[in-house]
């Protein structure tokens, strides 16, 4: 019998990282979940039949460090690793930047990130796994109205993908840039102009990064998706 694969997923208490977590559950693979709220994680866990829950901030580097290896130790092995935390300010310019929030977001969306990977590296490298990064529309296009933290750390993701499929390919691990436009999830609420309803229904759902998530976790191993983006038909 085929063991049953394992994926850490953080951000996962809602919103892509939630989705991503309850479809790689339903295809069959076991899960732990990392996100602030304890409770949202049981949410996430009860919508995907059970998982291993581990609450805690991914910018805190010994708690990262310390959830990697609770997942090895819980289920002897990790096969994937899917980055979903991220954060934003509604002050995005130059004349209104704030550099505490500055610091807060580069931390959250890119160092968070490299500390995960580090951490888990050593397990994927053991079952040939992959990480996927969920970055962002304005990591792959430069997006004025993203904000000057965000841009640039979310355009940082997809340098630090590319280093790790150019550096950890002799050990069969491979890395995707996902960047995502425009979804519908809590997230719009830390826009300047937050959308409204009808402008929402024209936006991807958490459910369709999720599927495309769990596209690059079913790739055979010899398929690396470097990059992918995914976005509405109505974002410009």
């Not at 304890?38 to 910018?59: H, K, M, W």
């Not at 990064?209 to 995914?230: C, K, N, T």
């Given at each position: 019998m085929?063991?049953?694969k394992?994926?850490?997923?953080t951000?996962?208490?809602?919103g ?5 977590a309850?479809?790689a559950a339903?295809a069959g693979w076991r899960i ?5 709220r ?6 996430t866990?009860?919508?995907?039949g059970g998982g291993l ?8 580097a010994a708690?990262v460090?310390?959830?990697a290896?609770s997942v090895v130790?819980e289920?002897?092995?990790l096969?994937a690793?899917?980055l979903?935390?991220g954060s934003?300010?509604?002050r995005r310019f130059?004349p209104?930047?704030d550099l505490?929030a500055f610091?807060a977001?580069?931390?959250t969306?890119l ?6 990977v ?13 990480v ?8 792959w ?7 000057v933290a ?10 630090l ?8 390919a ?7 840039h996902?960047c995502?436009g425009?979804?519908a999830t809590d ?7 937050v ?5 929402r229904?024209r936006m991807?759902t958490?459910?369709?990064i999720?599927?495309?998530?769990q596209f690059v976790?079913d790739?055979?191993?010899?398929v690396?998706?470097?990059e992918?983006?995914?976005s ?5």
């Amino acid at each position: 019998m085929t063991e049953r694969k394992v994926v850490w997923v953080t951000g996962a208490g809602s919103g892509m990282g939630r989705a991503a977590a309850v479809s790689a559950a339903r295809a069959g693979w076991r899960i732990a979940l990392t996100g602030r709220r304890e409770q949202a994680l049981i949410e996430t866990a009860g919508s995907a039949g059970g998982g291993l829950v581990l609450p805690g901030d991914v910018t805190d580097a010994a708690f990262v460090a310390s959830a990697a290896g609770s997942v090895v130790a819980e289920f002897g092995r990790l096969d994937a690793l899917v980055l979903a935390a991220g954060s934003n300010t509604k002050r995005r310019f130059w004349p209104d930047l704030d550099l505490e929030a500055f610091d807060a977001i580069v931390d959250t969306n890119l160092t968070a990130v490299a500390h995960a990977v580090h951490a888990a590296l050593p397990a994927l490298r053991e079952t040939h796994g992959t990480v996927v990064v969920i970055s962002s529309y304005s990591g792959w296009s430069f997006s004025p109205g993203a904000g000057v933290a965000y841009s640039a750390s979310k355009t940082a993701l997809g340098a630090l993908c590319r280093t790790l499929n150019a550096q950890e390919a002799g050990s069969g691990v491979r890395a995707t840039h996902l960047c995502p436009g425009d979804v519908a999830t809590d997230f719009l609420e830390q826009r300047p102009v937050v959308p409204d309803a009808d402008a929402r229904s024209r936006m991807l759902t958490p459910e369709d990064i999720g599927r495309a998530v769990q596209f690059v976790l079913d790739s055979p191993r010899h398929v690396r998706v470097d990059e992918l983006v995914i976005s509405p038909v109505s974002q410009a």
